[in-house]
Each structure stands twice: as structure tokens, then as C-alpha cells.
């Protein structure tokens, strides 16, 4: 609906009013009028997650053309991730951090995996928002922004090194929008921060996989949780492809495991083989629950992360065993397959990883026959062990 001049000056020669309290122009721009007729242009829209209602001024001192054109400047300035009072007030108002991070969440962390952007709105929730309230981030000296960061890398030194990684990210995807001109942020190097995290180099062996089998086995958790670190223990996954997954995800009669790329760190799809254990294990899962294989509270909803985790920082302390997490069992997978004989290229497949060189460029051959060999060998020696340590 459009609003029209003419519509206004009746409006207005009345001593009264009792129609419609608010008449749209569309995009967020109203006439609002009150019972004595008295009508005021005013801008309804939302900025940094907050809903603004903006006078733009009264009918007839303000015309009709005279909002639209404010409006349209309102409009820019906030898709340009600043403040549309600005259009008002005339004040030349400052960036804050706030309002980098909030446009960075809204324009850039969303075209990312939904993994990645739930750890960067966490990082922006528990780090980033509120961090230097009220301050214009040009003008944050880089001696405020390394006591900032070196006040958390006191307790978590690798995770001060990648907020500040993160925190780059973010202030250079405003500059490159034209929100920002420059940080002082610039002027620090990442190795000052911090420390970087180490390469994982905890390999269980046979008989701490053994272990923790066991331990999750005899665990109160939901069949979802149990059955998701299990199937991660013999296919060496990544937990989130698994995590992840769907029923469509496995074609159980050609006994084939599609990673989409969307779930995939490459981008791209990758083919495992259902070797015989996991398949057992896979079948109860699809006799238990539909199209969500492995879900939460809501059996429409995948688990958590979060939950995952925290199911498995509980079995971790139940054991006495080095320190390890989920990752690991990659790492295990590798080794222990490459202990049996598995080809190099084939385990690299089985870990979901892409060839390097030319193989990567002209040989797209997945090696399932090869792979599916070398689960099996794998899932034997695992099991055999799994016997031993049971029968204790």
C-alpha cells in the first residue's frame, strides 16, 4: 500500500480521527496518526538484533516527499550496518566493536558450515559483544586491544590465539564493506597471542579403544549419543559427518556412506563403504529413529555438539586413561590400519582426506573395494582386542 498526499491533507483538516492508527508506504515507512489527527512519518525497522521505531518528523512541516527521502537514506545507512538515526540527527556516529561484530554475523557468518558458525557466535557472545562498550573500534589503541587479549590468554592462551585470529576475520570483512577505514588491531601479529594449538599427536591404542568401548557400552546415555561415538570409533569420521546425518545419507543396500559436501571440511561428497560391525550397529540406529539418525532432546533435531561433548568429558573422567578426545580415533583409525597393511592413499580415503598432487586433480576414484578390505581388517583387530579386555 502507498501513501498519497491527498490521503494526508484530509487526514489532517479533521478535528478528530478514528481509522487505521497507522498507514504504510512499505519498507517501514508509516504515517502514524493519533485520534486528533495529528500525523507523524516515522521509520519501523530492526538494527543489531533491536526493533527502532524513528520519528521522521510531522505531517505537514515534514511533506511526504521530504520522509520518503529521509527514508531512503535510513534505509542505506542500515545496510551499510550503521545506526538510520544517523539520517535524523546528523550525527557522524562512530563504529563501535558491536556493531563490526553484529554486521559480520549477519553478512559473512551465515554463508559458513553450521559448525563453524556456531563457534563463531559463541566466540562473538562470550568474547567479542561488550568487550569495549561504547568505544569507536578505530580509535582502540593496540596497547587496549593486547591487554584485552592477554587477559584471556592468562587462563586460555590457545583460546586467546584464535579469538584473535577470529576477531581479524571479522574487522577485515568490515573494511572490506566500506564500515570501517582501519584498526589498530592491525598492528599485532598472531604469534604474540597467545599460543597456537598443537597438532594432536594422542594416538589410543588398541586396548584403550577397547576401554572406552566398553565404557560407553555400559553407559545411561541415549542411544543417539552411544551409538554416534561408537560408529565414529570404527569409521575414523569426522564427528559432525556423522553427526550430522540423515537417513538418505546411507544407501544400505549398496552398502555406501555419502558425506554430502555440505557436511564435508572439503566441500566435497565422500563415499565410505557400511563395513559388517557398522552395519549392525547402523541398522538398530534406523530401527530406533526416522529420518534424524542421531538426535537430542527433540528427535528432529541432530545432537548437539555441545551434548556430544559433554557425554564424552564424563566418560573421560570415568577412565584412567591419558588425556584423549574424539578426534583421536582418526588418528587411531590411521595408524592402526596402516599397521595391518591398508595402502597409504586408501586410509587417506577412509579419513575423508583429499589426495594430494596430480591424484588430486585427475584421480577421483574413491578405492571402496580397497576401503571396505581395510575396515574389516581394522574392525577385527579392534573387536578381538574388545574380547580380551572384556573378559578381564
Not at 593496540?142 to 571479522?170: N, V, Y
Not at 598492528?187 to 594416538?203: A, C
Not at 579403544?209 to 570404527?234: F, G, Y
Not at 583409525?333 to 586410509?347: F, I, R
Amino acid at each position: 500500500m502507498t501513501i498519497l498526499d491527498r490521503q494526508l491533507k484530509l487526514i489532517a483538516k479533521q478535528e478528530t480521527y478514528d481509522g487505521p492508527s497507522e498507514i504504510s508506504d512499505g519498507e517501514g515507512l508509516v504515517a502514524r496518526i493519533s485520534p486528533t489527527a495529528n500525523i507523524t512519518f516515522q521509520y519501523r525497522c530492526r538494527f543489531n538484533g533491536k526493533s527502532l521505531r524513528i520519528k521522521i518528523g510531522k505531517y505537514p512541516a515534514t511533506t511526504l516527499k521530504e520522509a520518503r527521502r529521509k527514508h531512503k537514506i535510513m534505509m542505506e545507512l542500515r545496510e551499510s550496518g550503521r545506526n538510520p538515526e544517523i539520517a535524523i540527527n546528523g550525527e557522524q556516529e562512530f563504529v563501535t566493536l558491536d556493531d563490526c561484530v553484529n554486521y559480520w554475523l549477519q553478512h559473512y557468518v551465515p554463508t559458513l558450515k553450521k559448525g563453524t558458525q556456531a563457534l563463531y557466535r559463541s566466540f562473538a557472545r562470550n568474547y567479542f559483544l561488550g568487550a569495549f562498550p561504547d568505544r569507536n573500534v578505530e580509535t582502540i589503541a593496540a596497547r587496549e586491544w593486547m591487554q584485552w587479549l592477554d587477559a584471556i590468554g592468562t587462563d586460555k592462551p590457545k583460546t586467546a590465539h584464535s579469538l584473535f585470529a577470529q576477531l581479524r576475520s571479522c574487522l577485515n570483512f568490515c573494511k572490506s564493506k566500506f564500515i570501517i577505514e582501519r584498526t589498530d588491531l592491525e598492528r599485532i601479529k598472531k604469534q604474540n597471542v597467545g599460543t597456537r594449538p598443537e597438532n594432536g599427536s594422542r594416538v589410543p591404542t588398541w586396548s584403550e579403544l577397547a576401554t572406552i568401548w566398553l565404557a560407553i557400552e555400559r553407559s545411561r546415555a541415549s542411544t543417539a549419543n552411544k551409538t554416534l561415538h561408537q560408529l565414529t570409533m570404527l569409521w575414523g569420521n569426522r564427528l559432525s559427518e556423522l553427526r550430522l546425518a540423515r537417513r538418505s545419507h546411507f544407501d544400505m543396500k549398496a552398502g555406501i556412506w555419502t558425506v554430502p559436501k555440505e557436511l564435508s571440511k572439503t566441500n566435497k561428497p565422500i563415499r565410505r563403504p557400511i563395513p559388517s560391525k557398522a552395519r549392525a550397529i547402523l541398522e538398530r540406529v534406523m530401527e530406533t529413529y526416522d529420518d534424524v539418525l542421531f538426535p537430542g532432546q527433540d528427535l528432529n533435531t541432530p545432537i548437539s555438539i555441545a551434548a556430544a561433548n559433554r557425554y564424552i568429558r564424563r566418560i573421560r573422567a570415568s577412565l584412567p586413561l591419558e588425556e584423549w578426545r574424539t578426534h583421536d580415533f582418526r588418528r587411531s583409525l590411521s595408524t592402526g590400519a596402516s599397521e595391518l597393511g591398508v595402502m597409504p592413499h586408501v586410509v587417506e580415503k577412509m579419513l575423508g582426506h583429499e589426495l594430494g598432487g596430480v591424484l588430486a586433480v585427475y584421480n577421483k576414484h574413491d578405492w571402496l573395494e580397497e576401503q571396505l578390505a581395510g575396515y574389516e581388517l581394522y574392525t577385527e583387530k579392534f573387536f578381538t582386542t574388545f574380547d580380551l579386555i572384556e573378559k578381564k
